[in-house]
């Protein structure tokens, strides 16, 4: 936990991945392999809690200058490794395939509340300047324009596939951004930017489920709908 940190913060956040993971829960619930919700959603579950544990014990803010950093090797690359095997996997490609763009669009609107939990981490020395809207993080336009093109994409079907598309792409490219830049400022072995006010959320409770949940889910959303939607040209 972070010292002297305002708990509305981290209630804020916490109650920000628990939509998260509802919200995903009831997209699989809407699509054709709805059977497996609960089973991915216990599976989530498990792993929160793992994450939530090995954060409070401090495994991740010590030792950190060792390569690869722990919060990468047991958080991070485990997410990834499982985004490659489902688009790697004719039965994952299947489970992509059969998941509904428009929820998965509706998703990306969890990206606003999170860069204000971010500015006010920045506020109470958590994070730099650099990690928020002021600095070098434009991630909140994907928040914003989210429910838009959600709702004028799909409901109203007045946006064409290759509008939506170039939003993933550009929505992507904001991702991979900020993901750096938080990582070249946490204080881990390879350190690059901020260091007299360092990333030091990342490696505590509950913002821990930043890196390890929230960021891979939104990645995921974002490679499942380029996909269909370069499938549906």
């Not at 009831?26 to 954060?55: D, F, G, M, Y």
């Not at 690359?77 to 004719?90: C, E, G, R």
């Amino acid at each position: 936990m972070i010292e002297k940190l305002p708990v509305f913060i981290s209630i804020t956040f916490g109650l920000i991945t628990l939509i998260t993971l509802w919200l995903f829960y009831n997209l699989l619930k809407k699509s054709t392999v709805e059977k497996i919700a609960n089973p991915v959603c216990i599976t989530l579950i498990i792993w929160l809690v793992l994450q939530a544990v090995l954060t409070l014990k401090g495994f991740y803010n010590t030792n950190t200058t060792v390569l690869p950093p722990k919060i990468m090797l047991f958080g991070i690359l485990p997410a990834i490794f499982v985004i490659i095997l489902l688009f790697a996997t004719p039965k994952g490609r299947r489970f992509i395939d059969a998941l509904p763009l428009k929820d998965i669009t509706y998703l990306n609107t969890i990206r606003l509340p999170i860069e204000i939990v971010l500015f006010y981490l920045f506020l109470n020395k958590a994070v730099p300047q650099l990690m928020t809207f002021e600095g070098r993080n434009f991630d909140i336009i994907s928040g914003i324009t989210a429910p838009f093109i959600a709702y004028f994409g799909f409901t109203k079907q007045m946006l064409s596939r290759k509008l939506i598309s170039g939003w993933n792409f550009v929505c992507l490219i904001l991702l991979i951004n900020i993901v750096a830049n938080a990582l070249l400022s946490a204080p881990l072995a390879f350190q690059q930017f901020a260091f007299n006010q360092p990333n030091i959320a990342i490696l505590n409770f509950p913002f821990s489920w930043l890196p390890t949940f929230l960021v891979p889910i939104v990645l995921f959303g974002h490679l499942v709908s380029i996909r269909q939607l370069l499938i549906a040209r």
